[in-house]
């Protein structure tokens, strides 16, 4: 099945706020709230950020934020910092494969 | 504290078989799906499928059916990975993950496979 849509690269400096989106279909993101967020830094296991669309897990910073509209989520990080440098994915389940789906991936740049 | 720890790095021939193995701690093993995802090369995260460690109940994604096999042994707290006929094609990163309802929210280390005649 086809990956969702993120774009390749973001970039933001240190304190701003950065969008991340995520476009599936309505077999995917638009049709269940299954959607996640992982970040991933290299040569580490990925993180999960965001579950259920907008729920952060237990220890995640407040910085971290999700929504959906239609059949795009979205990841919003606010106050940028060096330490979020890192690729993010989303994530959601497909009634295509019964399974799930990530996005391409997206490389966060901190100026 | 839930915990999946993996195998190690493997470097195997083209044509090998190859098992490769997680091993959770910390919660209920055969309570919550196990997934396996892929990280080839320079390349983004793809699933490759889940495995219900209860009743080993298995679900794989379109692209990996047939080309991998998916166990558990629930008495050891252990899912596997395994492939009969490695191609250098299937040279990546593979992680485990606990699956709670949608999300992946605990993540094993990771086992690097290089596959190089």
């Known amino acids: 099945q086809s990956a969702l849509t993120q774009p390749a690269s973001v970039s933001g400096s240190p304190g701003q706020s950065i969008t991340i989106s995520c476009t599936g279909t309505s077999s995917d993101v638009g049709g269940y709230n299954y959607v996640s967020w992982y970040q991933h830094h290299p040569g580490k296991a990925p993180k999960l950020m965001i579950y259920d669309v907008s729920k952060r897990p237990s220890g995640v910073s407040n910085r971290f934020s999700g929504s959906k509209s239609g059949n795009t989520a979205s990841l919003t990080i606010s106050g940028l910092q060096a330490e979020d440098e890192a690729d993010y994915y989303c994530s959601s389940y497909t009634s295509s494969s019964l399974l799930a789906v990530f996005g391409g991936g997206t490389k966060l740049t901190v100026l | 504290e839930v915990q999946l720890v993996q195998s190690g790095a493997e470097v195997k021939k083209p044509g090998e078989s190859l098992k490769i193995s997680c091993k959770g701690s910390g919660y209920s093993f055969t309570s919550y799906w196990i997934g396996w995802v892929r990280q080839m090369p320079g390349k983004g995260l793809e699933w490759m499928g889940i495995i219900y460690p209860g009743d080993s109940d298995t679900i794989y994604s379109p692209s990996f059916q047939g080309q991998v096999t998916i166990s558990a042994d629930k008495f050891i707290s252990t899912a596997y990975l395994q492939w009969s006929s490695l191609k250098a094609s299937d040279t990546a990163m593979y992680y485990c993950?606990?699956?709670?309802?949608?999300?992946?929210?605990?993540w094993g280390q990771g086992t690097l496979v290089t596959v190089s005649s």
């Open positions: 993950a606990r699956l709670d309802r949608g999300w992946l929210d605990s």
